[in-house]
């Protein structure tokens, strides 16, 4: 049972058509030989395309995602591209941006760490243009439609949003982690509150700088930059303080802030490496247990001397 929306199923499916055509045995359970490993880590180079085609700079050279994607074996970068693609078009062709955002979403689920700004950023944008609510509307929903109607199901919404898995998994660098080590949060609050408190602090961290940005965008201040930071600051929201948040989730955060580019000040400059390097250190226990010591440091120092 995939836990992912529909998008990563046909993702995985349309790979699976390819590898039993390159390699029919390969359909085995279990199956493993070097030639698909090679197939298999090549079509994440592949998919890579849709991610670091909205990068710059040295910023390609990000260890997080790196490390993830080709380490832990994911593909991250197929969300994490087509969110950035939608800020990088909303300014000149809106329906795309929210097409594009709507296959993000139904790709990973964490992409909705972006969506309270990406939301503020349409409804601004609706609210000085109404004549576009309808458009962009009829995008999001046929598009919804398309995906869904092959699996519609409760089992599969429901696949999507584990709640049975807890607060947090294994060693994530977010506010419930600190909360269960210093006060045993999750072993004395009842999953019902944990789930109300984590919606609230969310809710608190992510929307104040969203709506900001909704009232600019509704007076005509559009920029890419704007949008990225605040979806920064959303997906940042949402790593520190909601439900069921793995450690791969800071990649989320990242994401936005290398797709910058050229830095307006020393302090952007710095935060932004600094940013990339503290979370790939959030990281270390997931990638050590995956034996990935020397591509780890390996990789840090080459994003350093960049």
Same mark, same amino acid.
């Given at each position: 049972?995939? &836990?992912?929306?529909?998008?990563?199923?046909?993702?995985?499916?349309? *790979?699976?058509?390819?590898?039993?055509?390159?390699?029919?045995?390969?359909?085995?359970?279990?199956?493993? =030989?070097?030639?698909?490993?090679?197939?298999?880590?090549?079509?994440?180079?592949?998919? &890579?395309?849709?991610?670091?085609?909205? +990068?710059?700079?040295?910023?390609?050279?990000?260890?997080?995602?790196?490390?993830?994607?080709?380490?832990?074996?994911?593909?991250?970068?197929?969300?994490?591209?087509?969110?950035?693609?939608?800020?990088?078009?909303?300014?000149?062709?809106?329906?795309?941006?929210?097409?594009?955002?709507?296959?993000?979403?139904?790709?990973?689920? =964490?992409?909705?760490?972006?969506?309270?700004?990406?939301?503020?950023?349409?409804?601004?944008?609706?609210?000085?243009?109404?004549?576009?609510?309808?458009?962009?509307?009829?995008?999001?929903?046929?598009?919804?439609?398309?995906?869904?109607?092959?699996?519609?199901?409760? &089992?599969?919404?429901?696949?999507?949003?584990?709640?049975?898995?807890?607060?947090?998994?294994?060693?994530?660098?977010?506010?419930? !982690?600190?909360?269960?080590?210093?006060?045993?949060?999750?072993?004395?609050?009842?999953?019902?509150?944990?789930?109300?408190?984590?919606? +609230?602090?969310?809710?608190?961290?992510?929307?104040?700088?969203?709506?900001?940005?909704?009232?600019?965008?509704?007076?005509?201040?559009?920029?890419?930059?704007?949008?990225?930071?605040?979806?920064?600051?959303?997906?940042?929201?949402?790593?520190?303080?909601? !439900?069921?948040?793995?450690?791969?989730?800071?990649?989320?955060?990242?994401?936005?802030?290398?797709?910058?580019?050229?830095?307006?000040?020393?302090?952007?400059?710095?935060?932004?490496?600094?940013?990339?390097?503290?979370?790939?250190? =959030?990281?270390?226990?997931?990638?050590?247990?995956?034996? *990935?010591?020397?591509? !780890?440091?390996?990789?840090?120092?080459?994003?350093?001397?960049?």
């Amino acid at each position: 049972g995939l &836990d992912y929306p529909p998008v990563m199923a046909y993702i995985e499916w349309l *790979l699976g058509v390819v590898s039993r055509a390159y390699e029919p045995a390969s359909m085995a359970r279990g199956y493993e =030989t070097l030639s698909h490993r090679r197939f298999m880590r090549g079509s994440v180079l592949l998919l &890579d395309l849709i991610f670091i085609s909205a +990068l710059k700079d040295e910023a390609l050279f990000a260890p997080a995602l790196i490390l993830v994607d080709h380490g832990h074996f994911q593909y991250n970068c197929v969300p994490l591209g087509l969110t950035l693609w939608c800020a990088k078009t909303f300014d000149t062709r809106p329906a795309l941006a929210a097409f594009l955002f709507t296959l993000a979403v139904n790709s990973k689920q =964490t992409a909705l760490y972006f969506a309270p700004a990406v939301f503020c950023e349409f409804f601004g944008y609706c609210c000085r243009r109404p004549s576009e609510f309808l458009r962009l509307g009829v995008v999001v929903v046929a598009t919804l439609g398309v995906i869904w109607a092959p699996v519609a199901g409760a &089992d599969a919404l429901a696949r999507c949003f584990p709640f049975e898995r807890g607060l947090f998994q294994d060693k994530v660098a977010n506010f419930w !982690y600190l909360a269960q080590v210093v006060f045993r949060a999750r072993d004395t609050l009842p999953q019902n509150v944990v789930i109300k408190l984590a919606t +609230l602090l969310t809710a608190v961290a992510a929307f104040p700088v969203s709506i900001v940005r909704g009232r600019r965008v509704f007076k005509g201040a559009t920029d890419t930059r704007g949008f990225l930071v605040s979806m920064h600051v959303s997906a940042l929201a949402f790593f520190l303080f909601s !439900y069921h948040v793995h450690e791969k989730g800071i990649l989320v955060p990242l994401a936005p802030l290398l797709a910058l580019g050229s830095p307006r000040s020393t302090f952007e400059r710095v935060y932004v490496a600094a940013f990339g390097l503290v979370a790939t250190f =959030t990281l270390a226990p997931l990638l050590f247990y995956e034996g *990935l010591q020397v591509p !780890y440091f390996a990789c840090i120092a080459i994003f350093v001397l960049l």
